[in-house]
């Protein structure tokens, strides 16, 4: 008799150890217990990583986290690349701080097989040192290339610092994302001229609409913007600004007089021109050049 209970007081123990242990991994934090592997990058020129069909969220029910620590300030660009065997994959990508927190737009939509580059292409400014994260949600597999280069800026932060563009130069730099630094530029007419601005851009912010089961993107809600300016640093005109965005990464316009009453153009009157860039909106950021000449 004492041996059957003990052998019921050994089965009440097991069950007992059993409880506890089913218990505490049922409180095991998600993300602990189901996240995948974080993928790393280089931290300069070129290199990529894969997530498969089996890897990625639509599989997994889980977000795919890729580290990159730029060993250079600049900018780095991703492109998201087919890595499917039945569609071309798409979903979407949020460019995150070291904390794992958004900078600039949340869920940025991509398609990889995009005729349009900026559906399957971002950029993002980064500073050297710094860690960031790419979350992606994605539909498919995906092979995601990242390349960075180091831009060397040379603006001004406020308009009595503006620095020198010089004609048929080109003048590179970044505006950070969550950054509100304006960059300052000018340019000195020593006699009536013409002047011919050009701007390129490399942005971010594709966002997206589901509409009849259709999906629809849009690439102009982000982007940097280009004022060209009078001497007091006040819009020149109604029509000085220059957008650029993911979907528009060229700008160029010609700033010039009008005769109204004979509609002929003339040059612009000797004197200090500014030019300024800034973010579109709190959620943007980018790379950008700047070049002008006489028309």
Not at 1 to 24: E, N, Q, T, V
Request: with cysteine.
């Amino acid at each position: 008799m004492k041996h059957k209970k003990d052998y019921i007081l050994i089965w009440k123990r097991i069950l007992l150890i059993a409880a506890i242990a089913l218990f505490s991994l049922s409180t095991l934090p998600l993300q602990e217990a189901d996240a995948a592997p974080i993928l790393t990058l280089k931290g300069n020129g070129a290199s990529s990583v894969q997530i498969s069909d089996y890897e990625c969220t639509a599989t997994t029910k889980n977000s795919n986290l890729i580290k990159i620590k730029p060993k250079v300030t600049g900018y780095v660009t991703f492109r998201f690349l087919n890595n499917c065997q039945s569609i071309n994959a798409y979903g979407f990508a949020t460019f995150c701080n070291s904390k794992k927190k958004a900078l600039g737009t949340k869920k940025e939509f991509y398609q990889t097989g995009s005729a349009y580059p900026y559906v399957f292409e971002r950029t993002y400014p980064v500073k050297k040192g710094s860690t960031y994260y790419l979350k992606l949600e994605s539909t498919g597999g995906v092979k995601v290339s990242a390349t960075v280069k180091a831009v060397k800026k040379n603006a001004g932060t406020k308009k009595s610092k503006a620095k020198t563009l010089s004609r048929n130069k080109t003048r590179k730099g970044i505006i950070l994302a969550g950054s509100r630094t304006v960059d300052w530029y000018k340019i000195r007419l020593t006699k009536k001229k013409k002047i011919f601005l050009t701007c390129t851009a490399k942005t971010n912010g594709v966002t997206s609409q589901i509409h009849n089961n259709r999906i629809y993107y849009f690439g102009n809600k982000t982007g940097l913007k280009v004022t060209f300016c009078d001497k007091n640093g006040k819009d020149w005109s109604v029509s000085s600004k220059l957008m650029l965005s993911p979907s528009q990464a060229k700008n160029s316009t010609v700033f010039q007089g009008l005769d109204r009453s004979t509609g002929k153009t003339y040059g612009l009157s000797p004197g200090t021109y500014y030019i300024k860039v800034e973010r579109m909106n709190k959620a943007s950021s980018g790379y950008y050049t700047l070049k002008w000449n006489f028309k």
